[in-house]
């Protein structure tokens, strides 16, 4: 005899497995590299790429919802969240997450950013049950018991001070806060010691509620797989959880908006006894979403992409005043940054500022020649390619693609919109971006006059 819990989960299950619509996105070659989407009743979206050439799957769960999403009180509740996740759920402990993977020679771990996190496991392919079944259970069983929220807060703690120990990592959050000002983007990842002294795990409980429904999740997985039986398997873990049960579900849309940052010629400087001074200059870059990233990408490369740049050639191999110097993109769903950073010695602070500035105003009025550009357009085309060269890399461009984008976009794609970036559509994107006054973020041992010199340095 049936009892009715068990026909209702049978109806349940069988309008499932009815309304779960499947598409290919790509369609690869020869059945390499094809990449599917099939979308749950619930709201959750799978995704994979299949290559069947190697012997490796990289599994991940995407979440949308970052650093971004949190209010002044609950900066790091994000962050602090991807912790506890990997505290225990109903069937497992803490030790038997980690010892589950460890035990067939797997990694797992996971990154929270301002718009996003990512939970992921590589494995064996023979594996990729096991790496399935353990990060879903994560991400749909956590019990964030009290008892585990006070531990962690400890080991967070930790890892700001370890942070705080680092003035170059440091530098990148204070130039956020330098160009974003007291908002979400420039509010650190990690939070702050007193918000998360101030963290309570009722809160930490509602925020997870609210952000880790199914309509707000993307599963990717990429490597040797199968993409119905990713789906089944992953169907099978979140309907034992019960998180499948609204059939009318639909995922939330990418991040939109028209943010403007109008910050201009604002200074932040941080006094610390350092053997280095650390520096960021940059302005205002481009949203992730806009045609534009494409030459954007290409002037990065030219300006502080590698040693044949012109900073790199300008500030170290000519002139030898710095060892680290690069400069670098972010792109968010409504707006952007461009930065350029130094770690040099102290005395020499105003001399590597002058070089930088100095070269980002002359290309900001003269652009690239034809030949940087040429050179950069093969650079950035030779790093896409090898940087996607791993299984886990592909897990990353599948599964942010849907969550950043709600598309995918084949390599071949890729390459050609960085072919057809023409030394004209650099000059117009760099005249933009690098005609805006800049802003500066600073930290070491600064004396009094250094300051004041730094105050006038982006006037």
Known sequence: MTSRSSKATARTSSVARAVARTQTLLPGRDGIGTVRRTTLPGGLRVVTETLPSVRSATFGIWAHVGSRDETPALNGATHYLEHLLFKGTRERSALDISSAVDAVGGEMNAFTAKEYTCYYARVLDTDLPLAIDVVCDMLTGSLIREEDVDAERGVILEEIAMTEDDPG????????????????????????????NALTRDQIARFY???????????????????????????????????LTRTDAVPVV????????????????????????????GMPGLARTDDRRWALGVLNTALGGGMSSRLFQEVREKRGLAYSVYSYTSGFADCGLFGVYAGCRPSQVHDVLRICRDELDLVAREGLTDDEVHRA?????????????????????IGKSELCWGDQMSVDDMLARIAAVTPDDVRAVASELLGQRPSLAVIGPLKDKQADRLHTAVS
């Open 169 to 196: 990592d440091v530098v990148h959050d204070l130039f956020a806060q330098t160009m974003f000002g007291d908002t979400p983007l420039g509010r650190p990842v990690l939070g702050t010691v007193d918000t998360i």
């Open 209 to 243: 509620k609210k952000h880790y429904d199914p309509t707000h999740l993307v599963v990717a997985a990429a490597g040797n797989v199968d993409h119905a039986t990713v789906v089944r398997l992953v169907r099978r873990a979140f309907e034992k959880a019960g998180a």
């Open 254 to 281: 990418p991040r939109d908006g028209h943010r403007a940052i109008r910050t201009a010629g604002r200074v932040e400087l941080v006094g610390r006894r350092t053997e280095q001074a650390h520096v960021v200059l």
């Open 377 to 397: 357009v093969g650079q950035l085309s030779g790093s896409t390619v090898l940087g996607l060269e791993d299984t886990g890399a592909l897990m990353n461009r």
